[in-house]
């Protein structure tokens, strides 16, 4: 009997299991925001073109059969059941809704592949400021900067199908951009393949430098297969002939270029989902203008009296100076409770400070960093920004990923401009007053190039007139209409609505993140503390300020 009883004990552990109670049931905000985040991934396969050894099909009969596929993604969006989600969830279903609005704009307006030769740039030396590429561009995106140098022969074989594509989809480019009537994005479309060529040019030679979040380094050809050069080699006589055939084209292509009012205002809200449409970001840009000039003037009388400041001629000694003053910047920063002390966030600032520029080769900015780094090294708060997104993701999948459409760029290029009066009034400029006066002028370029953009999309003037418009409203004689940097830009803010006003506008919206956390501090009787204000703001991720704001009114009603 003891070892009948002994044997029956031993079996109990077995069949404990089929009397276990069941497992708690899965909350059903949880379900369902699970639910969200499956459409998420399914919805960012359903973006991408179809690719076959590297060359992306942006066919009218391609693109006819994405378009129709997008009503069903809004079908299931509208279908999931968000009773009982935070604010957080429901504004990771907003992002969502307004890229499926993104991607029907697209297809129903903006028509890059058939409108816009630079679309079909898509090699790329330096990494972007901001979480993706500025700008629409085909698939798939040829980062070098992504690549370890030198190559494995994993990476060469995969760079050698990439480049090796460069012809076919140029040429399927041709056809593609057959109807396109949109004139000032053809005579200046050549400029982003010239800029192409120059990259594989430099690449075959051995000569490229990239740049990423860890700074400049070289692409080293060393070991490099035969069938990778000969790709290269390729992809750059294609580049330089398709700019030639753009420039030719050219005077054909005689329509209007901008988007429209009406069309400008949808994306607005729909997309960016923006609180301001079109004649209110007007009026914010020349109120900014308006600030900007007068605050310049009496800057300069302030410092009427000051020593004057002067640019260091001498190459090494003006990077001595910009590494010591990168690092007071960045300390400034974390004193003052805009980030958070981190080694990587102190080398991915670092690892941007400018070089000397002789003044031949001066453009807007670099006049601007000649005298003081410091303005355009705050700005540069966007790379703080990429290092947090790598060190430190974002809990939810939704907004690990980068915004498709570039609808984060009321936030990204709103705060890192905000960020440069920030460190003003914080005091970065006590030790030399006429700063203040580079800050001032930076802030009137960025309102005077957004006005322009703003009539270009509303088809008042070309990108001619409003180069002219930028250059002759930024101050000191610093901006020149003819300049690469100006035509990059104003093409740029043509081809992404939104982008050019994004900086002005994006920082105004933060002035009212940080008003609202102003006043619940003083509603509640509790000291406002920026570094808590600004760990609130950043907690929601690079998302539209719109979204911020309501989930920071409810989290300060729960």
Same mark, same amino acid.
């Given at each position: 009997?003891r070892?009948?009883?002994?044997?029956?004990?031993?079996?109990?552990p077995?069949? &404990?299991p089929?009397?276990?109670?069941?497992?708690?049931?899965?909350?059903?905000?949880?379900?369902?925001?699970? &639910?969200?985040?499956?459409l998420?991934?399914?919805?960012?396969?359903?973006?991408?073109?179809?690719?076959?050894?590297?060359?992306? @099909?942006?066919s009218?009969?391609?693109?006819?059969?994405?378009?129709?596929?997008i009503?069903a993604?809004?079908?299931?969006?509208?279908a999931? #059941?968000r *009773?009982?989600w935070?604010?957080s969830?429901?504004g990771?279903?907003?992002?969502i809704?307004?890229?499926?609005?993104?991607?029907?704009?697209?297809?129903?307006?903006?028509?890059?592949?058939?409108r816009d030769?630079?679309? !079909?740039?898509?090699?790329?030396?330096?990494?972007s400021?901001?979480? &993706?590429?500025?700008?629409?561009?085909?698939e798939?995106n040829?980062?070098?900067?992504?690549?370890a140098?030198p190559l494995?022969?994993?990476?060469d074989?995969?760079?050698t199908e990439q480049l090796?594509?460069?012809?076919a989809?140029?040429t399927?480019?041709?056809?593609?951009?057959?109807?396109?009537?949109?004139?000032d994005?053809w005579?200046?479309? @050549?400029?982003?393949?010239a800029e192409?060529?120059?990259?594989?040019?430099?690449?075959?030679?051995?000569?490229?430098?990239?740049?990423?979040?860890?700074g400049? $380094?070289?692409?080293?050809l060393?070991n490099?297969s035969?069938?990778?050069?000969?790709?290269?080699?390729?992809a750059?006589?294609?580049?330089e #002939?398709?700019?030639?055939?753009?420039?030719?084209?050219?005077?054909r292509?005689?329509?209007?270029s901008?988007?429209?009012k009406?069309?400008?205002d949808?994306?607005?809200?729909?997309?960016?989902?923006?609180? =301001?449409?079109?004649?209110?970001q007007?009026?914010?840009l020349?109120?900014?203008l /308006?600030r900007?000039?007068?605050?310049?003037?009496?800057?300069?009388?302030?410092? $009427?009296?000051?020593?004057?400041?002067t640019?260091?001629?001498d190459?090494?000694?003006y990077?001595?100076?910009a590494?010591? *003053?990168?690092?007071?910047l960045?300390r400034?920063?974390?004193?003052?409770?805009?980030?958070?002390?981190?080694?990587?966030?102190s080398?991915?600032?670092?690892?941007?400070?400018? /070089?000397?520029?002789?003044?031949a080769?001066?453009?807007f900015?670099?006049h601007?960093?000649?005298?003081?780094?410091?303005?355009l090294a705050?700005?540069?708060y966007?790379?703080?920004?990429?290092a947090?997104?790598?060190?430190?993701?974002h809990? +939810?999948?939704?907004?690990d990923?980068p915004?498709?459409?570039?609808? =984060?760029?009321?936030r990204?290029?709103?705060?890192?401009? %905000?960020m440069?009066?920030?460190?003003?009034?914080a005091?970065a400029? @006590? #030790?030399?007053?006429?700063?203040?006066?580079l800050?001032?002028?930076?802030?009137a370029?960025?309102? %005077?190039?957004?006005l322009?953009?703003l009539?270009?999309?509303?088809?008042?003037?070309?990108?001619?007139?409003?180069?002219?418009?930028h250059?002759?409203?930024?101050?000191?004689?610093?901006s020149?209409a003819s300049?690469?940097?100006?035509?990059?830009?104003?093409?740029?803010y043509?081809?992404?609505?939104?982008?050019?006003?994004? !900086?002005?506008?994006?920082?105004?919206?933060?002035?009212?993140?940080?008003?609202?956390a +102003?006043?619940?501090?003083e509603v509640?009787h509790?000291?406002?503390?920026?570094?808590?204000?600004?760990?609130?703001i950043?907690?929601?991720?690079?998302?539209?300020p719109?979204?911020?704001e309501?989930?920071?009114?409810?989290?300060e009603?729960r």
């Amino acid at each position: 009997m003891r070892y009948a009883l002994l044997a029956v004990a031993a079996l109990l552990p077995l069949a &404990a299991p089929l009397h276990a109670a069941p497992p708690a049931p899965v909350p059903a905000a949880t379900a369902t925001h699970a &639910a969200l985040v499956r459409l998420f991934t399914d919805w960012r396969a359903f973006n991408h073109p179809a690719i076959t050894h590297g060359r992306p @099909d942006y066919s009218a009969p391609a693109m006819a059969r994405r378009a129709a596929g997008i009503p069903a993604f809004r079908r299931r969006l509208a279908a999931i #059941d968000r *009773r009982g989600w935070s604010a957080s969830q429901i504004g990771d279903a907003r992002l969502i809704g307004a890229e499926i609005d993104g991607l029907d704009f697209f297809h129903r307006v903006l028509r890059p592949w058939a409108r816009d030769p630079g679309y !079909y740039q898509t090699v790329f030396a330096e990494m972007s400021d901001v979480p &993706a590429h500025e700008g629409p561009s085909a698939e798939p995106n040829i980062d070098l900067h992504n690549y370890a140098w030198p190559l494995s022969p994993a990476d060469d074989a995969k760079l050698t199908e990439q480049l090796g594509a460069v012809p076919a989809l140029l040429t399927d480019a041709r056809t593609n951009l057959a109807p396109s009537t949109a004139h000032d994005l053809w005579a200046y479309g @050549d400029r982003a393949f010239a800029e192409q060529a120059e990259v594989l040019a430099a690449l075959e030679a051995g000569t490229l430098v990239m740049n990423d979040l860890a700074g400049k $380094r070289p692409a080293n050809l060393d070991n490099a297969s035969p069938a990778l050069r000969s790709a290269i080699h390729a992809a750059r006589l294609a580049t330089e #002939d398709f700019a030639r055939w753009i420039k030719a084209q050219a005077p054909r292509r005689i329509g209007p270029s901008g988007i429209g009012k009406a069309n400008y205002d949808w994306y607005l809200t729909h997309v960016l989902l923006s609180p =301001y449409n079109f004649d209110q970001q007007r009026t914010l840009l020349q109120r900014e203008l /308006d600030r900007s000039l007068a605050s310049l003037r009496l800057e300069e009388v302030r410092n $009427r009296n000051a020593p004057p400041i002067t640019a260091i001629g001498d190459p090494k000694a003006y990077r001595k100076f910009a590494d010591r *003053r990168t690092q007071q910047l960045y300390r400034l920063m974390v004193d003052a409770g805009f980030t958070v002390d981190r080694p990587e966030y102190s080398a991915a600032l670092a690892a941007q400070t400018g /070089d000397y520029t002789p003044l031949a080769n001066r453009n807007f900015f670099t006049h601007v960093t000649a005298f003081d780094p410091a303005p355009l090294a705050s700005h540069q708060y966007h790379w703080i920004e990429l290092a947090h997104l790598r060190v430190e993701p974002h809990p +939810s999948p939704i907004r690990d990923t980068p915004p498709l459409f570039n609808i =984060y760029e009321d936030r990204s290029e709103g705060f890192a401009t %905000a960020m440069e009066e920030l460190v003003m009034q914080a005091g970065a400029y @006590d #030790d030399e007053p006429h700063g203040r006066e580079l800050v001032w002028a930076m802030l009137a370029n960025r309102a %005077a190039r957004g006005l322009a953009s703003l009539r270009v999309q509303a088809n008042e003037i070309g990108l001619a007139e409003a180069g002219k418009f930028h250059a002759a409203w930024t101050p000191r004689g610093w901006s020149d209409a003819s300049s690469r940097l100006v035509g990059f830009e104003q093409l740029l803010y043509l081809r992404q609505p939104g982008y050019g006003p994004s !900086y002005i506008v994006g920082k105004f919206q933060l002035d009212h993140l940080l008003t609202l956390a +102003s006043h619940r501090a003083e509603v509640a009787h509790r000291p406002f503390v920026m570094r808590d204000a600004f760990a609130d703001i950043l907690a929601s991720g690079i998302v539209p300020p719109s979204l911020i704001e309501t989930e920071a009114e409810a989290q300060e009603q729960r």
